[in-house]
């Protein structure tokens, strides 16, 4: 491998201007970037010039023809198609939340990327929080824990980015467009067959696109989980309860459009000790999360509150360094294909049990091991 890796990223929206291409050019001793490309020719090109890539494409597969050795999928649609060819071209892959829109494809994608010998990770960037990391180094000291309780309060998000220079493009032709629909359509047929189209709507833009960060740091945290003992989704509210063995999760999501409040908490309980991770706004570069311990001296009232700041390091820049580590050293990365894939099966179980309305045992339906 070079001393760089030649990097390609396809989607120059949202996502791609706030965090990844402004880390990239932070962390060019590990990155060169040498291509992006948008559906937008104009955006193409502004991000090209604005953060230095070599060149310019409006067609994903012209830019995996490239002379690359990695690409970012940023994408706002379907990442599989894309993922799938780069991998199959031998090219490591960088894919954001979620990997696919389905488990089947992601299964072939996690299939090609193990047959072309490449690295495949998943942009879960929670996991890569310094406070989470100490979450997770804590939890296993925690004697009995009874309870997890995750309170998720969406806000608009137009505020938290409205301070960054953003550059915009064009609409996609409208035929386009249409043909992207279909796509997606056909890809949540595969998912959940037979689904009524509230249970579609909520898997696509509520479990795929907000929840499967929140299943995520739990599956961190606490391994697989063994039931979903309850599902209630909609557009304005969504409350699932997970079983992990013997812990109970209530998980709580819920849109307030109102005002800028974003809010975001994992809190696990014990007898005689309290973990509350909370997370800010993900939109806000460098904002730390703040990790708060309870505990005191059983049967008295000696009790604490301990707040803890970890770190201002950023976890979206933080994961690309993995990235870069994992390309160079040839290991594994922390949030490889196969956890983005077990997210995709437990989402999906989901929005069976919302739609069925009874639990759905688990058993070893995700296919795969413990805390990372």
Not at 91 to 102: G, R, T
Not at 113 to 137: F, I, N
Request: charged content about 25%.
């Amino acid at each position: 491998m070079p001393d760089r890796v030649r990097i390609g990223v396809v989607g120059c929206g949202l996502i791609a201007q706030v965090m990844h291409l402004h880390y990239l050019n932070e962390l060019s001793d590990r990155f060169e970037l040498a291509a992006v490309c948008d559906i937008s020719p104009g955006l193409a090109a502004g991000c090209a010039q604005r953060f230095g890539a070599h060149r310019a494409y409006t067609d994903w597969e012209a830019l995996i023809e490239d002379q690359l050795d990695a690409v970012m999928v940023l994408t706002s649609g379907d990442h599989a198609p894309i993922a799938l060819a780069a991998a199959r071209a031998g090219l490591h892959v960088f894919v954001e939340k979620p990997m696919a829109l389905s488990s089947h494809s992601a299964e072939q994608v996690v299939r090609a990327t193990d047959s072309s010998g490449v690295h495949l990770m998943v942009g879960m960037m929670k996991r890569y929080d310094p406070a989470y990391e100490r979450l997770a180094a804590l939890l296993p000291t925690v004697d009995d824990l009874r309870l997890v309780r995750v309170t998720t309060l969406e806000s608009p998000l137009e505020p938290y980015v409205a301070h960054y220079p953003m550059l915009r493009g064009g609409p996609p032709p409208s035929a386009q467009l249409d043909e992207l629909r279909l796509a997606e359509e056909k890809e949540i047929d595969l998912a959940l067959p037979e689904a009524a189209e509230e249970t579609r709507w909520c898997y696509r833009w509520i479990l795929l696109d907000n929840l499967v960060h929140e299943l995520n740091v739990l599956r961190g945290v606490l391994g697989e989980p063994t039931e979903i003992c309850s599902a209630d989704l909609s557009s304005r509210c969504a409350s699932v309860c997970l079983r992990f063995g013997e812990v109970d999760c209530h998980l709580s999501w819920v849109d307030l459009p109102g005002i800028a409040r974003y809010k975001q908490e994992f809190a696990f309980y014990a007898p005689d000790q309290r973990v509350t991770l909370e997370l800010p706004s993900p939109f806000l570069r460098s904002m730390p999360s703040r990790l708060i311990v309870e505990g005191g001296a059983p049967r008295t009232s000696d009790s604490f509150t301990q707040e803890e700041i970890v770190s201002y390091e950023e976890a979206f820049k933080r994961e690309l360094v993995e990235f870069a580590d994992c390309v160079a050293t040839a290991r594994a990365p922390r949030t490889p294909g196969s956890d983005g894939l077990a997210d995709l099966r437990l989402c999906e179980a989901i929005a069976r049990a919302h739609q069925a309305r009874h639990p759905e045992p688990l058993a070893d339906a995700l296919g795969v091991g413990g805390p990372a």
